[in-house]
Nanobody
Framework: QVQVVESGGRLVQAGGSLRLSCSAS??????MGWFRQVPGNPRAFVAH????????HYADSVKGRFTISRGSARNTVLLQMNSLKPEDTAHYYC???????????????????WGQGTQVTVSS
């Protein structure tokens, strides 16, 4: 069982920046991703990074504004969010891919473990 913990969410003004962190337990090195969810909607893919950090993918809505990177500690991932917009308001979840092939589609089912999420609220 892999434990996933997110942190960093808070209220921020539009145009501001925020950095989310995610750490996962376990002995391997995993591909990890971020999703977000607004009440009443399904979770939506935000960004993904390979286990090595060599490959990243982003949703079109965040390209050029968000950057995913691996932290200094193993299985730590950061999501730097710049130029935040009110439509970025959501509950952000970190996901870890442990079993099966590396995620390529940004589908929820490609990930095996999820955190409880952290709330990001962007005020206009």
């Amino acid at each position: 069982q892999v434990q996933v913990v997110e942190s960093g969410g808070r209220l921020v003004q539009a145009g501001g920046s925020l950095r989310l962190s995610c750490s996962a337990s376990g002995f391997g090195t995993y591909a990890m991703g971020w999703f977000r969810q607004v009440p009443g909607n399904p979770r939506a893919f935000v960004a993904h990074i390979s286990w090595s950090g060599d490959s990243t993918h982003y949703a079109d809505s965040v390209k050029g504004r968000f950057t995913i990177s691996r932290g200094s500690a193993r299985n730590t991932v950061l999501l730097q969010m710049n130029s935040l917009k009110p439509e970025d308001t959501a509950h952000y979840y970190c996901a870890v891919a442990v079993h099966g092939p590396p995620p390529t589609r940004g589908w929820e089912r490609e990930y095996d473990y999820w955190g409880q999420g952290t709330q990001v609220t962007v005020s206009s």
